[in-house]
């Protein structure tokens, strides 16, 4: 078996780099999820929870500003994992993180139809097609969310270049209606609409469980890795921004929204933040404009993580995880075409489940995100003991401290989604949705030992690790030859 001709292009710089991060995390969840999240622990409650994510969202990005400078190759986290834990290894982590990301690309799919119900007087009404968790499924609700899913892959299948584009001028727009909303909220909101601040601790878990679903986004820059055309520790660096950007972003929305509305009212309103917004500028063209601030998010997410997953999926193929056709690249575009279409008739499905499969999606794309966490903490203090050479143009104070801190931190997250747990996933519909993504990784995984042994360990190592695989190499000779040579 022959290496494929596959390289990526650099191309990204600075600008789109941080487009891409924070464009990923916030994307429309702010506008339809932050009634419900104050509900649950109240505005403060959920800021401290936000809070709390982002402590487990910034150890991690600590790993993985590290790791993203040593190991710079599309897959991101594929890479790391190999190194750390070998072939099975690496699958289950690229196959776990994929959930996450196609969890968020579905959500995107679902929540556009959303969008076009608020600006569209008698969208979505009419004979359903039929009926989900007492949710009315419209034939416009689907074929809005469908035609989102064909755009966004349409604007990936043509390229990283036309798709960083269009993330900039969207992450643009969505920072002015965020201005005009933030700005004047804070000046003439009511501080008796922050009363019960937190409702309790348990609320305050119910919100902790969404956010590393919310603040996924960080880590779609590792996929990038081949496309950035900047040194590897302003990288590192950009990372860490991105997630401060989002803590707060988030923590104003729910600031604003808490302040602008009455507590009681939060339960029954679809789109809490636009009501906000209508609230703070006395007119309901202030919800409409933020609603279409939040259809710009959604591009933005959408597109990100459209972008990290088929990065993902495309690495997984070279190296020999998945069918060889993933990896195969546009001869004009550059894209991995086929990935894209899968990917877009994978989103593509999302909507026939109606708005329900919101909630199913960020509590079952959060699990899936923080087990990848877990496996990349892991693998930095892995790879640390096991390979002190290997050039670190970022390096992470405190190393094996931010290492523990970090998987202790994703352990405590993943056992808020079990059995038993107050905040534990939900019976059947989202732990389906995990159970049947594993069923499939299973499937696949069964044929993992033969392909890699067709392969070859040595060349699906280069394929994986690219020119670092030379450069683990040579520190694993210079540890070895330590280790042998007299002291002294």
């Known amino acids: 078996m022959t290496e494929p001709p596959v390289h990526l292009s650099r191309f990204l710089g600075r ?3 941080l487009a891409v991060a924070f464009g990923a995390m916030v994307g429309w969840s702010w506008v339809v999820l932050a009634g419900e999240m104050i509900v649950r622990a109240g505005a403060v409650g959920s800021i401290l929870a936000f809070g709390a994510g982002a402590v487990m ?13 040593a190991l710079s190759r599309a897959g991101g986290e594929l890479s790391f994992t190999f190194l750390a834990m070998g072939p099975l290894g690496a699958f289950v982590c690229g196959w776990t993180l994929v959930l996450a990301y196609a969890a968020v690309c579905a959500f995107e799919a679902v929540a556009l139809p959303t969008v076009l119900g608020y600006l569209v007087p008698g969208f979505g009404t009419g004979d ?4 989900v968790a007492g949710w009315d499924v419209q034939p416009a609700w689907v074929a809005a969310g469908v035609a989102g899913a064909l755009v966004i892959g349409v604007v990936n ?3 990283i270049r036309f798709a960083a584009f269009v993330q900039q001028i969207a992450v643009g727009g969505l920072l002015l209606v965020g201005l005009a909303f933030f700005l004047p909220g804070s000046v003439r909101g009511d501080l008796g609409n922050l009363v019960p601040a937190v409702t309790g601790w348990e609320g305050v878990l119910r919100v902790m469980i969404m956010t590393p679903f919310l603040y996924v986004g960080f880590d779609v820059i590792p996929q990038l890795a081949e496309e950035i055309a900047l040194p590897f520790q302003t990288i590192g660096r950009i990372i860490l921004l991105s997630i401060v950007m989002a803590f707060v972003w988030y923590g ?3 600031w604003t929204v808490g302040l602008s509305l009455d507590p009681a009212t939060l339960a029954d309103r679809a789109l809490p933040t636009a009501d906000a917004m209508s609230a703070v ?3 309901p063209w202030g919800g409409r404009v933020l609603v279409i601030g939040g259809a710009v998010g959604i591009l933005t997410s959408w597109n990100a993580f459209f972008l990290g997953a088929s990065r993902l999926l495309f690495a997984m193929a070279r190296g020999g995880m998945l069918p060889p056709a993933f990896a195969r690249l546009h001869p004009r575009y550059g894209s991995p075409s086929a990935v894209v279409v899968v990917l877009t008739a994978l989103t593509a499905i999302a909507p026939f489940f109606g708005r329900p499969a919101l909630v199913w999606l960020v509590d079952a794309g959060s699990l899936a995100t923080v087990v990848a966490y877990l496996l990349v903490a892991v693998s930095f203090l892995v790879i640390r003991r096991r390979h002190p050479g290997l050039p670190r143009p970022y390096r992470v104070a405190a190393p094996a401290l931010v290492g523990w801190l970090a998987v202790a931190a994703t352990v405590f997250f993943v056992l808020l989604y079990l059995p038993g747990s107050p905040s534990a996933l939900v019976w059947p519909e989202e732990w389906a949705i995990v159970l049947l993504w594993t069923a499939g990784g299973a499937a696949l995984g069964a044929g993992l030992r033969r392909r890699v042994a067709a392969l070859g360990p040595d060349r699906q190592a280069r394929l994986i690790l690219g020119d670092q695989a030379g450069l683990v190499e040579s520190d694993q000779e210079r540890v070895r030859d330590e ?5 002294g």
């Open 483 to 487: 280790q042998v040579l007299p002291r």
């Open 157 to 159: 299948y043509r390229g």
């Open 281 to 283: 500028w006395g007119s």
């Open 15 to 17: 600008g789109d780099v």
């Open 252 to 254: 104003l929305v729910q």
């Open 57 to 69: 969202v910034w150890l991690v990005g600590l790993t993985y500003a590290e790791l993203s400078s």
């Open 128 to 131: 359903p097609l039929y009926t």
